[in-house]
């Protein structure tokens, strides 16, 4: 293997079903998190299965809290109430990308909505994105996962073939695509994200680096 590639929201940052507790909410929307529960959440089920979209999703979200706080109800908004503290990076995925540089790996991100959902906010200029040899983020070139050439381009400028990149995404319709563009990919699911991290360990052979 030759490179590391990584999606951030949910990957790399934790999710913000995840963070969701933090609110100062009704537990009416706190407690929909997606799989993380307790309550049904049909719309990030319809995400999941590919009849949503994760923008859409939280732009709705992100209405409904605006609604309850007064706010203007935007996803940028939302996001800064939800990753208002320091920490919201996985320990286990910033060791994991250490890792593979010191192994001589290649370590890139491919995200659709850093910009988008987090603007100029301390954490997109947070250090540990600085340990990316390059982002990828499609709110700035306009192609979106599971766009092919998505996937097409992360691979131009990692200069790596798709057999030799390991891509970890949350979101099932993104890990589709990269299997279709022959990428070898591993599925985050937020119940155990660990157990995501520690087969990239097993395909990136970093057992010994750990």
């Known amino acids: 293997m ?7 929201g949910g990957v790399l940052l934790t999710s913000g079903h995840e963070r969701m507790t933090m609110l100062a909410a009704p537990p009416e929307f706190t407690e929909v998190r997606g799989v993380l529960g307790p309550r049904p959440d049909p719309a990030w089920d319809d995400v999941l299965t590919g009849r949503g979209r994760e923008r859409a999703y939280w732009a709705d979200r992100a209405a409904g809290y605006g609604a309850l706080t007064g706010g203007g109800g935007t996803v940028p908004e939302l996001m800064a109430a939800l990753y208002d503290d320091d920490g ?3 320990p286990a995925v910033i060791a994991l990308m250490d890792d593979a540089h010191r192994a001589g790996l ?11 959902f987090h603007g100029d906010a301390d954490l997109t200029r947070h250090p540990v994105l600085g340990r990316f040899d390059v982002v990828v983020d499609g709110s700035v070139t306009g192609v979106l996962k599971p766009d092919p050439r998505a996937y097409a381009h992360a691979l131009e400028v990692l200069g790596a073939p798709a057999g030799e990149v390991v891509f970890l995404d949350d979101i099932p319709g993104n ?11 591993v599925e985050v699911d937020l119940r155990d994200p660990d157990a995501a991290v520690e087969r990239a360990r097993d395909l990136l052979a970093l057992r010994a680096a750990a």
């Open 106 to 116: 290649a370590v890139a991100a491919l995200t659709n909505d850093l910009a988008a």
């Open 2 to 8: 030759r490179a590391l590639l990584l999606d951030i």
């Open 175 to 185: 890990c589709a695509g990269a299997r279709a563009a022959g990428i070898v990919t």
């Open 88 to 90: 919201p990076f996985r």
